[in-house]
């Protein structure tokens, strides 16, 4: 299965007002500390089992 490449994403922070970039959608601001909830993103997230660190059994 091809993944398309991440796109890189701007948005004004909902909380200080502050020009953030961020990953398909998703962003935190580095100067508050805002993070907009996962779902709020461009794209699905992949589930854990496709994550290269992923290790059957445990749980972190």
Known sequence: ???????VTRTECKRCGTQIRGVNGRYACSL?????????????????TEDADYRPGRSS
Not at 1 to 7: N, Q, V
Not at 33 to 40: D, R
């Open 1 to 7: 299965m091809t993944r398309a490449a991440p796109e």
């Open 32 to 48: 508050c500390g805002w993070v907009n909830h996962w779902s709020e993103g461009h794209s699905r997230l992949p589930p854990g």
